[in-house]
């Protein structure tokens, strides 16, 4: 079974790291990207076919749920 694809949308340099860092050690998942804002996040999903997209949900730009109704 191919790895699961994760992309990480976390406006915190330290947060998105450490969880860049700490998913990248588990055999299943496949971080192919980690973007600091929801606009960047939304077109690096699409373009590198994400299976998940771990988004904060926070004040700072679109984050989280609002970045893009389907995700």
């Given at each position: 079974m191919p790895p699961i694809r994760l992309v990480i949308i976390e406006d915190q340099y330290?947060?998105?790291d450490a969880l860049a860092?700490?998913?990248a050690k588990e055999p299943d998942?496949?971080?192919v990207a980690a973007a600091d804002d929801g606009q960047t996040g939304v077109s690096l999903t699409e373009r590198l076919q994400g299976h998940i997209v771990r988004a904060a949900d926070?004040?700072?730009g679109?984050?989280?749920?609002?970045?893009?109704?389907n995700l």
């Open positions: 330290l947060v998105r860092r700490l998913m998942i496949e971080v926070g004040p700072t679109t984050l989280g749920h609002a970045s893009h109704p």
